[in-house]
């Protein structure tokens, strides 16, 4: 099962110590990602994902981001099935950051 993160509870976790055992995979096209990002993600857009699987971390917490959680949870569920065993999805995507963790971060 795909474990399902708020922004704030995402927020939360970069924000502790261990946030070292997380790695945030945005999935997102590239103008997405010129109009918002946040920091140290690893940007894979969704198309990409199973020729790119190598540059995921087996060993840390991946957490799928998009721009309103469908496709990062699609996404997450095919990491899933290809034996990433730490998974989780942002529930509604950037655009929840945006509205609830930070308002300076581009709404499209």
């Given at each position: 099962?795909?474990e399902s993160?708020t922004?704030?509870?995402?927020?939360?976790?970069?924000?502790?110590?261990?946030?070292?055992?997380?790695q945030l995979?945005?999935?997102?096209e590239?103008?997405?990602?010129?109009?918002c990002k946040?920091?140290?993600?690893?940007?894979?857009?969704m198309?990409?994902?199973?020729?790119?699987l190598k540059?995921l971390s087996t060993?840390?917490?991946l957490?799928?981001?998009?721009?309103?959680?469908?496709r990062?949870?699609?996404?997450a569920?095919?990491?899933?099935?290809n034996g990433f065993?730490?998974?989780?999805?942002l529930?509604?995507g950037?655009?929840s950051?945006a509205r609830?963790?930070?308002?300076?971060?581009?709404?499209?």
């Amino acid at each position: 099962m795909i474990e399902s993160l708020t922004a704030t509870q995402l927020a939360q976790l970069l924000a502790g110590e261990q946030s070292a055992d997380i790695q945030l995979v945005d999935v997102r096209e590239d103008w997405e990602l010129e109009l918002c990002k946040l920091p140290d993600v690893l940007t894979i857009p969704m198309q990409q994902i199973p020729e790119r699987l190598k540059e995921l971390s087996t060993e840390r917490q991946l957490v799928c981001i998009c721009h309103h959680g469908a496709r990062s949870m699609q996404v997450a569920q095919f990491l899933l099935q290809n034996g990433f065993a730490k998974v989780a999805n942002l529930d509604g995507g950037m655009d929840s950051w945006a509205r609830t963790v930070d308002q300076n971060i581009a709404l499209y």
